[in-house]
């Protein structure tokens, strides 16, 4: 069955459908990863957008139990240059294409993917239309009036408060409070195997719900849209700084940087994909990252207090920052590399320790004073 796929500035694509039927819209965007397509679509972060596969050989793999991000796709389409009919691989149990359609999600196939990637990084991010039926003026007016969910942090964040998850064998004795603005589980599984516990509580989740109890930190996590839309968790966040540790991934890193009085802007395509590097403004040392967002901080509008901890190589982009005087570190890129190269794994070798001294530290001043006592 053929596929069609409209942009917002009327180019039209026509390729070979796999996935589900019907008529699908989203903003398009395109990522650079060689694998890794299960996660990519897993990944609530890419909730309401179109995928384009710059690799051209999707779905040789088909679709495992271990590397889902998330429940369910987010993402509202997926387009590809060659779709690869027979996968291989052990662990597959199903295929892409059947995968989709339990999903609801519209594939598109046979497509220039090189040529539309181009049009993406000439033209800038764009909202598009992919769908099964011939493109009728009707949908056309669709494409036109579509914009992207000012809460879609909501949509994509769990709304069942005090989700509690077990650390991975022996607990070290931390326990973290998750603001999910759409975590992915790989995410939550670094943290499990380094002995923590989470709470996981909605994106719209009050400060004084967090204080109430004896976390030893906050993180706030991945998720999608523009940073500036996601209101609740801003006004949380400028209510727990100072107050207890916070750490910041992709848009919790966004969050932080709004909460601390800084900007943030709209990338012209975004970075998505495994291979962006960035360097650690304190070491030199140059990492090679897994990315996806959309938006990134403004490093000039950052308080004076607040040290630049990584840049991005390509183009100079903020990609991380930390404030020792109020106890938060934050990076833009994904340190779980799922998919993507593991080299900033050790990031959260880093947060794990920081909190471990600082509670270790805690905990002997306390003795000192109660020692003295007597």
């Not at 694998?35 to 990944?43: A, H, M, P, R, V």
């Not at 972060?45 to 690799?55: E, P």
């Not at 996601?230 to 919790?252: M, N, Q």
Request: charged content about 25%; aromatic content about 8%; hydrophobic content about 35%.
């Amino acid at each position: 069955m053929k596929a069609r796929l409209l942009l917002d500035n009327g180019i039209i694509f026509e390729g070979k459908n796999f996935g589900a039927q019907g008529t699908a819209l989203g903003e398009i965007c395109f990522n650079t990863s060689m694998s890794g397509y299960q996660e990519i679509l897993t990944d609530p972060s890419y909730a309401k957008q179109v995928i384009v596969m710059t690799y051209p050989e999707i779905g040789n793999y088909g679709i495992n139990k271990d590397d889902f991000e998330s429940s369910r796709v987010f993402a509202t389409g997926l387009v590809v240059k060659n779709y690869s009919e027979n996968e291989s691989h052990y662990k597959s149990y199903i295929k892409l294409k059947d995968y989709l359609k339990q999903q609801n999600v519209i594939g598109i196939s046979n497509i220039d993917t090189r040529r539309l990637t181009t049009i993406i990084r000439e033209s800038g991010a764009m909202n598009c239309l992919v769908t099964t039926e011939e493109i009728t003026e009707e949908l056309k007016a669709a494409l036109k009036n579509f914009s992207i969910d000012k809460n879609i942090t909501k949509l994509v964040s769990r709304n069942v408060r005090e989700i509690v998850v077990q650390p991975k064998g022996k607990s070290n004795g931390l326990h973290i409070a998750v603001i999910d603005c759409g975590i992915k589980k790989s995410i939550i599984d670094c943290f499990k195997n380094h002995g923590c516990e989470l709470t996981i509580f909605p994106a719209n989740v009050t400060s004084e719900e967090i204080l109430k109890s004896k976390f030893d930190s906050v993180l706030i996590s991945n998720g999608p849209g523009d940073p500036k839309d996601a209101i609740d968790t801003i006004k949380t966040t400028k209510e727990l700084i100072g107050k207890i540790p916070i750490y910041g991934i992709c848009l919790g890193y966004q969050i932080l940087c709004i909460a601390l009085g800084g900007k943030t802007y709209k990338l012209k395509y975004g970075h998505r994909g495994g291979n962006h590097p960035v360097i650690n403004k304190q070491t030199g040392k140059v990492f090679m990252t897994s990315q996806n967002h959309g938006y990134a901080a403004d490093a000039d509008s950052l308080p004076e207090n607040v040290t630049i901890t990584y840049t991005n190589l390509n183009d100079g982009t903020l990609e991380g920052f930390c404030c020792k005087q109020l106890m938060i570190d934050a990076v833009q890129f994904h340190p779980e590399a799922a998919p993507g190269p593991y080299d900033t794994q050790i990031i959260f070798d880093s947060w794990v320790n920081e909190m471990l001294e600082r509670k270790n530290s805690i905990l002997d001043r306390l003795k000192k004073i109660f020692t003295k006592r007597g």
